[in-house]
């Protein structure tokens, strides 16, 4: 009985002591460093309304390429990753006109933030570009223009 007992004691002593030995203590974190740790890492933000995004048709990516060409000279200065997204195609009034146009959507991707710099529409029948004005939810003419306005 006496050895059961020194057994069920020297156990149980094993057990506290390993239970003790296994716990780290931890630091305690200077308010800095718990700043930087919760303010640099900012969650992905996706486009509102991606679920609108649909998928470009076949052979139409010289669309794509036309439209890609007009924002990257219209927003020479963006910086990040440049992505566009299909809206699909939509029936716009254009001046004294209707034409039917592909919509694209233009954003730029930067440090897990997408940020939305345009909406441009591509004719169907021609080469023509459109930008939508934000201000006033109309698609005006687009055209690059060769000769950049002097810095003042």
Known sequence: MKIRVAVIAVCLAAV?????ASKSVEKPKKISETATAETSAPEESLPEDKDSFVKLPEGKEGELEAVSDAAHSAFPDAKGKKMFAFKGTEQLELGDS???CYIFDYYSYKSKTYTKLATLAKSVEDESIYMLDETTGQFLPYAASDDAAPDQ
Do not use: I, L, T
């Open 16 to 20: 506290m002591f390993g239970g003790c």
């Open 98 to 100: 209707e034409q039917d």
